[in-house]
């Protein structure tokens, strides 16, 4: 049994490969255990459908702790559960402390090595998530609200970790290039959220769907500075296809994101990331800002 | 979009703000309790049930409903206001403390805000109990074609396609929740010598008998009409958490600032303007004579966004009038 130890500062919220990183260096070998939690503060005015509160705005730690078995060589499974600590403003301007818990989601991953030779490396992994429905709300939806508040520091990007009354299905694809000092990452993730509870969302202010779709299309590139530190900056897009409750205002349905991070290896799989994060336009422009705390440990 | 009215900077204030008094353990102040549900459900869902009119659609008021303006009102963002108050048949303020009446179970008071004319909220306390922490509070969104007000425990923003925002339920504490009274703006201090017609002063509650015991006279203000207007703001618009009477209370902060300034005009300390809680605990520290440019109480009230505005809650926009006003006075001090 091996032992590995990881400190990441900051987060991918990617899945399921959310806390490779390098990602070559730590998807789980056969029969590897990795343990990790990821943890990012952020303040955040994200869009909210209910008609009478339009937004959901506040300041939220978002933790995600996970759990990835590699079964064989290109196969491993992941076990993701998120959970959100924030204060959410009200509408004259105070603010109410909230804890919810997001969608855990099991999944699988399948990597295939494209090109492998002594200066570089191109790989495409595939993955296929599912989530359990157990998002927290409340009557007083201020655990939707919380929620939201998190799915905005992540850019709005993950919808299934953050949706209440929601069973997603998320696949997803990535393909990165390494070759040092370079690498270069791009990944499409398609979360589809299934409706199971209207999520105390009222009747009379939200017009819920049975069904909702996105996509996240995101590129990352990173240069290896030295031995012990690397720098990367990474756009996410998301594209609010079919939303999952009807829009309450005019909002954009694409959410840019960026990323800047400096990485620092300890060893490999050790790796200290540390983030900023924010979105420059679109719903999120000017209302985001965070950055976090990462994880990991194996056997 | 109001999404859009933050910039950077103040993400990296609530940023810093927040990590920081999170991280050394400190309750911060603007964060308030949940209301208790159950309480608040004893209230009726829609205003026509409160027991404000007779007849909502011609807004007759009900039996023993009664207008009220105070002297000196809480800013808010120019929305005009209209005040309410009943009374069970036979019953009476106590007003042994005259800056804090306690008011008999089955108060009811209500505050109307409209916008461009058009009504926007009803928000409505009311007395369950004989303690002064036994009121319920609860905010009342009309419906666009004015027929009805439906209860937002929630509260609304930009409600009614205003940009008027609805405190949700456990905001009212924030504000209210500082004064044992709990009422505000319906004081010795408070009610007008003489009203207009139609409307409560101290004469007219007196000859109605809903106070006891019966105020000798209203109370004259001290000083000139700009020390006036400057003390009368201050105290309708920071005492009620800037007092040194705030009950005690558990839980979230909440408002409280912990400090020992006080904005209150109390019936005991009118004998002149250097007697005032204001000028004994504000000018010099907050307010440095002479000097509006250099005092943080013009600085925060002429200002905007979370952390540097005063009042705190419920307002986005200045209040040019009163800005002129404390600026007149500060330069006169």
Redesign the interface.
């Known amino acids: 049994m091996r032992l590995r130890l990881a400190l990441l500062l900051a987060s991918s919220i990617e899945a399921p490969c959310a806390l490779a990183e390098p990602r070559l260096d730590t998807t789980p070998a056969p029969h590897e255990l990795q343990l990790s939690a990821l943890a990012h503060f952020g303040v955040a005015t994200t869009p909210f459908e209910v008609s009478s509160l339009s937004q959901a705005k506040g300041q939220a730690f978002v933790f995600h702790a996970a759990a990835r078995y590699g079964l064989s060589e290109p196969l491993s499974i992941e076990l993701g559960v998120p959970w959100v600590l924030g204060s959410v403003a009200q509408p004259a301007g105070s603010y109410v402390d909230a804890a919810a818990l997001g969608n855990a989601e099991l999944g699988a991953s399948y990597r295939l090595t494209l090109h492998r030779d002594g200066a570089s490396l191109v790989t495409v992994t595939t993955s296929l998530n599912v989530g359990a429905p157990l998002a927290s709300h409340a009557p007083d939806l201020m655990p939707n609200r919380v929620l939201a508040i998190a799915d905005g520091i992540e850019g709005r990007g993950s919808p299934q970790w953050f949706t209440p009354g929601a069973l997603p299905v998320t696949p997803a694809a990535t393909v990165q290039w390494l070759s040092r000092p370079w690498s270069f990452e791009g990944s499409l993730r398609l979360p589809v959220l299934i409706r199971v509870s209207e999520a105390d969302l009222p009747a009379s202010t939200t017009d819920t769907h049975a069904m909702a779709f996105a996509t996240v299309a995101a590129g990352e590139a990173r240069y290896r500075l030295s031995r012990r530190l690397s720098l990367a900056l990474r756009e996410q897009l998301f594209f609010d296809i079919a939303p999952f409750s009807s829009h309450t205002r005019d909002i954009s349905p694409v959410q840019d994101f960026e990323r800047l991070s400096l990485l620092v290896h300890l060893g490999a799989p050790s790796v200290l990331i540390v983030d900023l994060q924010t979105a420059i336009v679109d719903e999120l422009g000017g209302t985001m800002v965070a950055g976090g705390l990462r994880a990991a440990i194996g056997w | 979009?109001?999404?859009?009215v933050?910039?950077?900077r103040f993400?990296?204030t609530?940023?810093v703000v927040?990590?920081a008094l999170l991280g050394v353990g400190c309750q911060?102040y603007?964060?308030?309790?949940?209301p208790d549900?159950a309480r608040t459900a004893q209230l009726p869902q829609r205003l026509s049930q409160t027991g404000l009119y007779r007849d909502l659609a011609t807004r007759e008021l009900a039996t023993n409903v009664a207008a009220y303006t105070p002297r000196f009102q809480l800013w808010s963002d120019g929305a005009e206001k209209q005040r309410w108050i009943f009374l069970p048949e036979g019953a009476s303020i106590d007003t042994s403390d005259q800056d804090e009446w306690r008011f008999p179970a089955g108060t009811k008071v209500w505050k109307q805000f409209s916008v461009d004319g058009r009504a926007v909220e009803t928000r409505l306390l009311e007395k369950s109990g004989p303690g002064d922490a036994d009121w319920l509070a609860l905010a009342y969104?009309w419906r666009p074609d004015g027929s009805e007000a439906l209860a937002?425990?929630?509260?609304?923003?930009?409600?009614v396609d205003t940009d008027h925002?609805?405190?949700?339920t456990?905001?009212c504490a924030?504000c209210h929740g500082g004064r044992r009274s709990f009422v505000l703006g319906f004081s010795a201090i408070q009610l007008p010598p003489t009203a207009a017609p139609g409307e409560l002063d101290l004469e007219s509650l007196a000859q109605q008998g809903w106070v006891t015991p019966t105020p000798t006279s209203p109370p004259d203000l001290p000083g000139s009409s700009v020390e006036i207007a400057a003390l009368g703001y201050l105290h309708a618009n920071c005492s009620h958490c800037h007092n040194q009477k705030r009950p005690e209370h558990t839980g979230?902060r909440?408002?409280d600032p912990k400090s020992d300034l006080d904005f209150s005009l109390t019936v005991d300390s009118l004998d002149a303007v250097s007697s005032t809680p204001t000028y004994r605990t504000v000018v010099g520290q907050a307010v440095k004579p002479g000097a509006p440019d250099d005092s943080k109480l013009l600085d925060m009230v002429s200002s905007r966004g979370?952390f540097r505005q005063m009042p705190?809650?419920?307002t986005e926009k200045v209040d040019a009038t009163a800005v002129a006003n404390l600026r007149s006075w500060i330069e006169g001090l």
């Open positions: 979009m109001k999404v859009l933050f910039g950077c993400n990296a609530v940023l927040w990590l911060r603007w964060v308030c309790d949940e549900a969104v937002a425990p929630l509260g609304a923003v930009d409600a925002d609805v405190p949700a456990g905001e924030a979230a909440c408002f979370m705190p809650l419920a």
